[in-house]
């Protein structure tokens, strides 16, 4: 077992990282034959990760993986593996694929997939995460059992967080049970008092349950909906959509009414969103119905600035492009709504273009006309963007005239 190396290497192991010299030290922890040496330079490294990562190359992140793959020693190995998760949580898969490209090349003479085993027994929590990842690719019944017993055991919130991902890319119908109860954890069951660990955790169980997706996945998504952590609640809304929308579209459209937390009304908008464009041709005009008809009936207050948050900012089209037409259907709405939609008359995506165009024909008068002046004034007459602009005013036009008419 490796352990602090004499106190003169530790001085200048030291010495080398506090005058940046971080290739060297990596170089240690790659050839030095003296394992306490190797465990001191990684330890020094995880200890000033926030210098090193800024120094950190393709060639020494090359050095560290090889570190994990070869190196004799356990404590080494679990030292570098925590590098390597700072730096970048994807690298851990790379290990495990290069393991399954070679399977006899391991760090000991246990061949792959079962030096996972080894892995998962460890008391080492960075080396139950190399586990765990081996775990979901493999995915044979003997290997479901042992994230199953990770999700039900494990202490430390990263390797669970892990856990619970590995086992919703799996989707066997037995995580249900163990994953729902770290919706109900509270901070006290886990040796670290990290809340956003515990946070990422348990969108790591919301996000599991959905991939996983069978009806009691969905009835431990709906109980998690009625929780009093608010933060769960919230992503849970947020995301629950993405499990089927005539399932939930109500539910979510239940939450917009929430008139004293702006979070959930807006997680409740992305997930009435979500119902959108999670629903299949067949289904999306009753889900979209069904949304207008709920809005109009049960939401007291004006969301339209939810959804006017997520055409301005979602990186998705087709959320853009749903959540302009929606606007267009809200019995009210505010200035955000108009002014989100005349900047979409500009937007490089065409059809939210015209959907944002349509929508602005279904607004208050006052609420649009100074802003489309104002984009006829500053664009080229002949570009799309004012035969846009000029419709919606010529529609408002004939909307006011109708209206003193009658």
Known sequence: MAESPAPSQTDHLYALANRGDYDQLVRYIRNHDDANVRYGAAGIVAESLEEFTAQVTPQIRRLLVESVLSDPNDAVRAQVVNVLLAIDESTIDNIITQLEMDPQSTPTDTPYPLILTKWHSSPRAPLRFLAVVGFGRVGSQSTIAKLRTTITRETDLRVLRRAIEEAGTVGDETFVSPIQDHLRAGNGEFQQSDTEQIERVKEAAVDALIQIGTAAAYEALVTASRSTDEQLKEH???????????????????????????????????????????????????????????????????????????????????????????????????????????????????????????????????????????????????????????????????????????
């Open 236 to 406: 849970v809304i947020g995301e629950i959509g993405r499990f089927g929308a005539e399932e939930t579209v109500d539910l979510v459209v239940d939450e917009l009414d929430a008139e004293t937390n702006e979070e959930l009304r807006t997680e409740a908008a992305e997930g009435v969103i979500t119902t959108f464009t999670e629903s299949d041709f067949e289904e999306g005009h009753a889900v979209r119905q069904r949304a207008i008809e709920k809005i109009a009936e049960d939401v007291s207050i004006d969301v339209s600035a939810e959804f006017a948050s997520i055409v301005d900012d979602s990186p998705y089209e087709s959320e853009r492009r749903n959540a302009a037409w929606l606007l267009g259907q809200l019995e009210s709405s505010n200035e955000d709504a108009a002014s989100c939609l005349v900047d979409a008359l500009q937007a490089d995506d065409a059809y939210l273009r015209q959907i944002a165009s349509a929508s602005l024909t279904q607004l208050e008068n006052a609420e649009v006309e100074s802003e489309i002046e104002s984009v006829l004034e500053t664009v080229e007459e002949d570009s799309e963007v004012h035969t846009l602009a000029s419709f919606v005013q010529s529609a408002l036009q004939n909307t006011a005239a109708e209206a003193k008419k009658s």
